[in-house]
C-alpha cells in the first residue's frame, strides 16, 4: 500500500521560505503524478502544485506561480515544494497526494488522486 509522508512545515516571516518534502514508499514512484494541495482554516481544499510522473510536465494555482516550485526525485521517491516569498494566506495545512499514471500531463483536481498523506503544517505570520 503505497504511503505518502510530508515534512518540512514550519512557521515563518511574510517573505520566507520553506521547502516541504513528500516521501512515498510502499508503490512505484516512477509511475506517480504527485499533487501538492493546502487547507486553510475555514475553507476547502485547494490544488497548489503537481507534477507528472516523468517529472517533465508541472502545474501551478495562479496563487502560487512564480512562487513556488515543484520538483521530482525519482531515486529518492520524494517530491520536494519550494515555497518562496510567503505570504499570510499561505497558512495552511499542506498535504500531497498521488494517483499512478502515464499521461503527460497532471491536474489539480482533487478527486483524482487516490493516496493522501497526512499533511504539514505552514504559518506565516510576523
Known amino acids: 500500500q503505497l504511503q505518502l509522508v510530508e515534512s518540512g512545515g514550519g512557521s515563518v516571516q511574510p517573505g520566507g521560505s520553506l521547502r516541504l518534502s513528500c516521501a512515498a514508499s510502499?508503490?512505484?514512484?516512477?509511475?506517480?503524478?504527485i499533487g501538492w494541495f493546502r487547507q486553510a482554516p475555514g475553507k476547502e481544499r485547494e490544488g497548489v502544485s503537481c507534477?507528472?510522473?516523468?517529472?517533465?510536465?508541472?502545474n501551478y494555482a495562479d496563487s502560487v506561480k512564480g512562487r513556488f516550485t515543484i520538483s521530482k526525485d525519482n531515486a529518492k521517491n520524494t517530491v520536494y515544494l519550494q515555497l518562496n516569498s510567503l505570504k499570510p494566506e499561505d497558512t495552511a495545512v499542506y498535504y500531497c497526494?498521488?494517483?499512478?499514471?502515464?499521461?503527460?500531463?497532471?491536474?489539480?483536481?482533487?478527486?483524482?488522486?487516490?493516496?493522501w498523506g497526512q499533511g504539514t503544517q505552514v504559518i506565516v505570520s510576523s
Open positions: 507534477i507528472s510522473s516523468d517529472g517533465r510536465s508541472t
Open positions: 510502499g508503490g512505484t514512484f516512477n509511475i506517480l503524478h
Open positions: 497526494a498521488a494517483v499512478p499514471s502515464l499521461r503527460d500531463v497532471c491536474v489539480l483536481g482533487l478527486s483524482t488522486y487516490d493516496y
